[in-house]
């Protein structure tokens, strides 16, 4: 099972966490340590490790000899973190962190920490695509970038219908605006003699 995704830069802030697991500590701490963790590893070793450290933090495991697992992989100034525990193959986790990277590549045409940072409802957006509950939905990547392109389309008309009420008529006035033309229809009626009081 996953038990955290999170994504954060060089310096350590976070720029997306989501945890599927109950937290003992506080959610910095637990981000905290697991950059600790992995700022400390030189570049040449793998990109996986187990964190008996966690436990402190997120809780013992029911088996003695299984223990956390951190999966993560560095792409420019990002690091790509999965926290998981022995049900999942480490090498799975890192193909799903590329699936994840390609994702919010072609979402945002060149990915960068400001896309997550300004775009947050998206990349959430993406990762639900992904993994619900801990566990792995989707990995093909057109059926999700068509979600998400859908929905973020949806999103966008409907924000500028609300903060544009007079351009598409009714807009999202609701009832009270409901006979509210456009612009250009009342000065249309206006040129032409109709809509005169």
Known sequence: MIHAVLIFNTSGIARLTKFYTPLHQSSQTVIQKIFSLISSRPAGLCNFLDAPELEAFIGPKEEVDERWRVVYRSYA??????????????LGILDLIQVFVESLDRAFENVCELDLVFHFDEVHHILAEIIQGGLVLETNIEEMIFQVLQQATKTRKDSFASANPLSLGVGGLGPRGGNMKTPLEWLTGKLTGVGTR
Do not use: N, P, Y
């Open 77 to 90: 100034t990002l690091h790509f973190v999965f926290v998981v525990d022995g049900a999942e193959s480490e």
